[in-house]
């Protein structure tokens, strides 16, 4: 967890001198994977509320990074798309964080890469195993 806390702050340091935050660059580099998604589905694929992504549509809306289009199905719905801007906030924002793994994990050996992917994943899928249990007994309370 501690690992995980330094990268965070210094990936955000490095982002936010380029006007972005790690919520910011998240949203935006989905998108440029994805576009024409609705903000539940990026929500779902961030791990997070609706409601957290509502606020941060918003605020990428307001800078010009992000436009809201009605969708043809639903026009209470909207798709989420990349303006010219926030295509190169993306690419800058990918960029920072490759320049970033360049300099720390990737000076690592390429067997001890290998070995931190697969305790990583192990550790992951332990994780996964234990919201499912929780989701489960959970479900299991309520019924």
Not at 44 to 72: C, P, W
Not at 112 to 139: I, M, P
């Amino acid at each position: 967890m501690r690992l995980e806390s330094r990268i965070r702050l210094a990936v955000s340091a490095r982002l936010k001198m380029a006007g972005l935050s790690i919520a910011q660059c998240d949203a935006l580099t989905t998108l440029s994977e994805r576009e024409g998604v609705s903000q539940q589905e990026l929500a779902e694929r961030l791990y997070v509320t609706k409601g957290n992504i509502s606020g941060l549509i918003d605020r990428l809306s307001a800078a010009g990074l992000v436009e809201r289009r009605t969708t043809a199905t639903d026009r209470r719905s909207h798709a989420l798309y990349l303006t010219t801007a926030g295509r190169k906030a993306a690419q800058e924002g990918v960029a920072i964080q490759k320049q970033f793994v360049a300099e720390t994990l990737g000076r690592m050996s390429t067997h001890d890469l290998s070995e931190f992917e697969r305790v990583l994943g192990a550790a992951r899928d332990l994780v996964r195993a234990a919201d499912e249990q929780e989701a489960k007994r959970t479900a299991d309370a309520a019924s």
